[in-house]
């Protein structure tokens, strides 16, 4: 599937109006469709006893307080959703705004009642009086009156759901679940082969891009079948997630083939918003946002900080038997492209770098961090990664030293971090031998 394509599947289905689209279009559909079976007079004789059985003017009642309703609900729905909007972006930050856009019980609750108040026009319409040629569509109307009370029950599940979804927890759920699923997506179980070294790429030629934007798709295996059959190497120098500058080298390729800047430009796909469906670090940086907003001054809600860290351990935890991609591509036993990846070392720096930063002067945030390291390190046991998570436990005990002024706290920062090097050195079996 080329990049392009994937792009468009990806707007279409974090798009807002496209479930609201179809449930009216579906709405309109239905009523043409049950006003047809009236018409035709195929309704089973068992039912009519349930239908609508009044006259025509009691039909156009129904259906227009049905409509006028619907619609008039359907604004305050929008209202109280702009409402929700404006709050995400001013306590967790505007970046989140995309989790309620995208949230299918908004988009059902509002296509809901749009669906509804469209049905009910178009039913309305085929009353007929009887100076008009009388017509009443009894099974429509009766449709037009069920879903009218599945708009009072949308509207009681619509009032919990936002309630739940503007609460933080919840937020932080939603987010810490984009960066699981991102992560499963861009990590696997398997070995994966190491990139050659840099002197491969000597003689490699620019190739320019003039677009801008940020790269959201790219097709690795198309790219890779175009370079092996015209026996070439690339190695693109941004991956998804980062911003092309217009008339910036976007890769080099050894040696030159014609068609090559055609090739590279159909295998990308430029976005003007940074997405999160590809890019693993700007999932963790949204969850991170969160953590940050929440130590600003303004909000100072360590809790959430707390609760942000917590799920960034869990992620971490999570990549244990995982591995990485390098984003090396091999074809008949040659590399033909070279993408860059995430490395773990990356990861944890986006990880912890700006709440720690941030957390200046705040012991129990400090503390948190160490234990949640401590945490990750005892079923992390790869030397490397475990360097990485140490290094920043080493600046969280050195800010601590810098800006902690209370005795008391500095010395139960400095009894989390000997319990985090203990288990280093030890692993959870220390913890017993302690005991």
């Known amino acids: 599937m080329s990049a392009r394509l994937r792009k468009l599947i990806d707007d279409l289905a974090e798009s807002f109006w496209l479930l609201p689209a179809l449930l009216v279009a579906f709405g309109v559909i239905s009523a043409w469709a049950l006003v047809g079976v009236d018409r035709d007079g195929i309704v089973p004789d068992w039912a009519e006893g349930w239908l609508y059985n009044g006259g025509a003017t009691g039909a156009r009642t129904l259906l227009g307080a049905v409509a006028s309703s619907t619609i008039s609900v359907a604004g305050t ?26 949230d299918r019980g908004n988009q059902v609750t509002l296509g809901i009642f749009l669906g509804t108040f469209c049905y009910a026009l178009v039913v309305l319409r085929s009353v007929r009086m009887p100076d008009e040629g009388a017509f009443i569509p009894h099974l429509a109307v009766s449709v037009g009156i069920a879903l009218a009370f599945v708009c009072v029950a949308t509207l009681v599940y619509f009032v919990g759901h936002m309630s739940g979804r503007i609460n933080v927890d919840t937020v932080i759920g939603l987010v810490s679940e984009d960066v699981h699923n991102v992560m499963r997506t861009l990590a696997t179980d398997d070995r994966q082969p190491a990139p ?73 796909a430029l976005s003007p918003q940074h997405t999160s469906s590809t890019d693993l670090l700007f999932a963790v940086r949204r969850l991170v946002e969160v953590g940050v907003r929440a130590l600003s001054p303004g909000i100072n809600d360590p809790h959430t900080a707390i609760s942000v860290l917590d799920r960034l351990g869990s992620a971490l935890c999570e990549m244990k038997p995982l591995r990485l991609q390098t984003g090396v591509s091999i074809r008949d036993d040659h590399t033909v492209l070279v993408v860059p990846h995430v490395c773990y070392d990356e990861l944890v720096d986006a990880m912890f770098h700006m709440i720690r ?79």
């Open 77 to 102: 729905v929008f209202s109280i959703t702009i409402a929700a909007l404006s709050l995400a972006a001013g306590q967790m930050g505007p970046r989140l705004l995309r989790n309620f856009t995208r």
């Open 196 to 268: 050659p070294p840099p002197a491969f790429w000597h003689g490699a030629e620019p190739v320019e891009d003039e677009r801008r934007g940020y790269l959201q798709q790219l097709d690795e295996d198309g790219l890779a079948e175009w370079a092996c059959k015209h026996h070439t190497a690339i190695r693109m120098l941004v991956r998804p997630g980062d911003y092309v500058f217009p008339g910036a080298p976007i890769a080099m390729i050894k040696p030159l083939r014609d068609g090559a800047t055609e090739a590279i430009r159909n295998a990308t």
């Open 357 to 435: 930063q941030n957390a200046a002067g705040k012991p129990s945030i400090l503390i948190r961090m160490i234990e949640v390291m401590t945490s990750v390190v005892s079923c992390e046991r790869d030397p490397d990664r475990m360097e990485a998570v140490r290094k920043h436990a080493d600046l969280v005990m050195r800010d601590a030293e810098r800006d902690v002024g209370s005795p008391s706290d500095l010395s139960d920062i400095r009894a989390r971090h000997r319990a985090f090097v203990d288990m280093i050195a030890e692993g959870p079996a220390g913890r017993l031998e302690m005991a």
